[in-house]
């Protein structure tokens, strides 16, 4: 899907997130995540809000751009979609209090916001299980101290998209969900 505001969110995500690398074992640029989530939702939807709020779904977390800015830029719908999948941060929020908001936010989600972060969720898990298949010890580096919130963090998205939304990426995000799990249980297993 290709439109002026679909053009407008590429330039937006590219000029918000300029210098954002992606956590791994490759310095890649940040704003790949943004298309490839905007991708898997475009297969799934054919919602013009939807795509423009994937590209964007990192903005109000990870950059200085304001939730009244992106509603005057880009409307309504997409800052609720926007806001839906933001993890709501701040230096007295824990790890476990900012996930928990965000499983909380699903609960009330548009089918709109669920695909979306149904779409994150899938890009996550997929460039995971990537970039650390045969780095199990650079992933425990990276990700060991909160790995086991994070996995119950998981699981809480995965109940939330199962039970509410009603869209054929439950079948992917569901296939990847697995393969993460299993990329989890098998370095457990084989940790020196």
């Known amino acids: 899907m290709y439109s002026y505001a ?7 995500a590219t000029v918000l997130h300029d210098g954002q690398v992606r956590k791994g074992t490759i310095p890649v640029p940040y704003v790949s995540h943004l298309v490839a989530v905007a991708f ?5 939807t ?8 994937a590209l964007l779904h990192d903005t109000l977390e990870d950059t200085d751009y304001t ?10 719908i997409v800052a609720d979609i926007v806001c839906t999948v933001t993890e709501p941060r701040g230096a007295d929020v824990s790890y476990k209090d900012y ?29 995971t299980i990537e970039q650390y298949h045969d780095h199990w010890d650079q992933f ?5 101290n909160t790995l086991a919130e994070r996995n119950i963090f998981l699981q ?9 939304l009603k869209n054929d990426i439950v079948h992917e995000f569901n296939h990847v969900f697995t393969e ?13």
């Not at 898997?40 to 799934?44: G, K, L, S």
């Open 6 to 12: 679909v053009e407008q969110a590429i330039k937006a």
């Open 40 to 44: 898997i939702v475009a297969d799934y």
């Open 46 to 53: 054919k919602d013009e809000n939807a795509v423009v709020a």
């Open 67 to 76: 939730k009244d800015e992106l509603v005057e830029d880009f409307g309504e």
């Open 99 to 127: 996930k928990a908001a965000y499983v909380t936010q699903l609960k009330t989600a548009s089918q709109a916001a669920l695909i979306v972060a149904a779409a994150d969720k899938i890009h996550n898990l997929r460039t």
């Open 140 to 144: 425990v580096d990276d990700f060991g």
């Open 156 to 164: 809480n998205v995965s109940n939330s998209i199962n039970a509410r």
């Open 180 to 192: 993460y799990k299993s990329f989890i249980a098998h370095g457990e297993k084989n940790k020196p």
